[in-house]
């Protein structure tokens, strides 16, 4: 080998390096464990823990699970597992969660922590990224979020974390209904510095769980979902903040497609929406990071056929245009 040639192998190491992009979550295919458990863990008990599972943790009372090849306690190993059958969508494991009302307890809900590789830096946009696949053919949820600590959770005396607020979640209307294959979730996040940990589950009281293809007939007409979630391959990338995609059409008719007028701001400290009809009346505002419009008034009047004006105020720019609204 002449020295031309080792230089150039070394230049293009260098630039092949260069480009490698930093992946936040530790073991976020959940492969990296010492032991199997095999069966649902109990409550207060740490199945991540006791299994040696890098990165993961159980912050909460609450029993999430952990579905693995090779177990010592229990026979059930993927696909074969009690929830349902699942291949994992990578490797040989994955995790489970369940939100429900049905049990002794309300609102009980599981969630898993992982220990990021690195904290996340202050003003800088990530996609966070998991696959889920539901084990339930009805009275689906959608509200999966993500929310970020400083330090470690660590608290058995608390079954949920509906008290607190994620700081991203899965659109209302993306309902988790594959039970054979696998859903890729992706939200997007701007930091602040202070994340070291992350917990995903859903951070909702069930009066505010929306859920898709539930039974009403029991007379309340109140249905508190019931479902059970596969969790593979979670990850946090750093991204470019790019120019927000603005959808100019939108058929809010409940057919659970391009119901909702969507805009994603998350790539912006500040963000104002208003919606004016065509006589310059507001009837629609919004200050959060991602914009949904479901073509109501705020006050829950349903808006004509027609065109609407939006104008978005941030720190560094205005957006406005029109949306044409078809029912």
Same mark, same amino acid.
């Given at each position: 080998?002449?020295?031309?040639?080792?230089?150039?192998?070394?230049?293009?190491?260098?630039?092949?390096?260069?480009?490698?992009?930093?992946?936040?979550?530790?073991?976020?295919?959940?492969?990296?464990?010492?032991?199997?458990?095999?069966?649902?863990?109990?409550?207060?008990?740490?199945?991540?823990?006791?299994?040696?599972?890098?990165?993961?943790?159980?912050?909460?009372?609450?029993?999430?699970?952990?579905?693995?090849?090779?177990?010592?306690?229990?026979?059930?190993?993927?696909?074969?597992?009690?929830?349902?059958?699942?291949?994992?969508?990578?490797?040989?494991?994955?995790?489970?969660?369940?939100?429900?009302?049905?049990?002794?307890?309300?609102?009980?809900?599981?969630?898993?922590?992982?220990?990021?590789?690195?904290?996340?830096?202050?003003?800088?946009? %990530?996609?966070?990224?998991?696959? /889920? *696949?539901?084990?339930?053919? +009805?009275?689906?949820?959608?509200? &999966?979020?993500?929310? @970020?600590?400083?330090?470690?959770?660590?608290?058995?005396?608390?079954?949920?974390?509906?008290?607190?607020?994620?700081?991203?979640?899965?659109?209302?209307?993306?309902?988790?209904?594959?039970?054979?294959?696998?859903?890729?979730?992706?939200?997007?996040?701007?930091?602040?510095?202070?994340?070291?940990?992350?917990?995903?589950?859903?951070?909702?009281?069930?009066?505010?769980?929306?859920?898709?293809?539930?039974?009403?007939?029991?007379?309340?007409?109140?249905?508190?979902?019931?479902? %059970?979630?596969?969790?593979?391959? /979670? *990850?946090?990338?750093?991204? +470019?903040?790019?120019?927000?995609? &603005?959808?100019?059409? @939108?058929?809010?008719?409940?057919?659970?497609?391009?119901?909702?007028?969507?805009?994603?701001?998350?790539?912006?400290?500040?963000?104002?929406?208003?919606?004016?009809?065509?006589?310059?009346?507001?009837?629609?505002?919004?200050?959060?990071?991602?914009?949904?419009?479901?073509?109501?008034?705020?006050?829950?009047?349903?808006?004509?056929?027609?065109?609407?004006?939006?104008?978005?105020?941030?720190?560094?720019?205005?957006?406005?245009?029109?949306?044409?609204?078809?029912?």
């Amino acid at each position: 080998m002449n020295k031309p040639f080792i230089f150039f192998f070394f230049i293009v190491l260098f630039c092949c390096e260069a480009k490698t992009q930093t992946e936040y979550v530790t073991n976020g295919s959940f492969e990296q464990i010492d032991s199997c458990y095999g069966t649902y863990s109990s409550l207060s008990f740490d199945v991540f823990n006791w299994a040696g599972c890098k990165g993961w943790s159980n912050p909460i009372a609450s029993s999430s699970d952990l579905w693995c090849s090779n177990p010592k306690i229990a026979s059930f190993s993927p696909p074969n597992v009690l929830p349902g059958f699942q291949y994992p969508n990578t490797g040989n494991n994955y995790a489970g969660l369940l939100f429900t009302d049905k049990t002794q307890f309300s609102n009980y809900r599981e969630y898993i922590q992982n220990k990021l590789v690195m904290p996340l830096s202050n003003g800088k946009n %990530y996609e966070i990224s998991f696959y /889920v *696949s539901s084990t339930v053919n +009805e009275c689906n949820i959608s509200q &999966i979020g993500v929310k @970020f600590y400083n330090q470690k959770l660590d608290d058995l005396s608390r079954n949920n974390l509906v008290d607190e607020s994620a700081d991203v979640t899965n659109d209302s209307t993306n309902f988790i209904t594959d039970t054979l294959g696998w859903k890729k979730i992706a939200l997007y996040y701007k930091a602040d510095g202070t994340e070291n940990f992350m917990i995903i589950g859903c951070f909702l009281d069930s009066l505010e769980v929306i859920s898709f293809n539930c039974d009403t007939t029991n007379g309340s007409g109140l249905v508190y979902p019931t479902d %059970y979630l596969f969790i593979d391959d /979670v *990850s946090i990338k750093e991204i +470019e903040p790019t120019s927000p995609i &603005i959808p100019n059409v @939108f058929t809010p008719n409940n057919d659970l497609s391009n119901d909702v007028w969507q805009c994603d701001f998350s790539a912006f400290e500040n963000v104002n929406c208003s919606i004016f009809n065509r006589w310059g009346n507001l009837i629609f505002q919004s200050e959060k990071h991602i914009i949904q419009w479901n073509g109501r008034t705020t006050s829950g009047n349903e808006c004509y056929d027609g065109i609407y004006f939006y104008c978005i105020q941030t720190e560094t720019e205005k957006y406005k245009g029109y949306i044409q609204l078809i029912r």
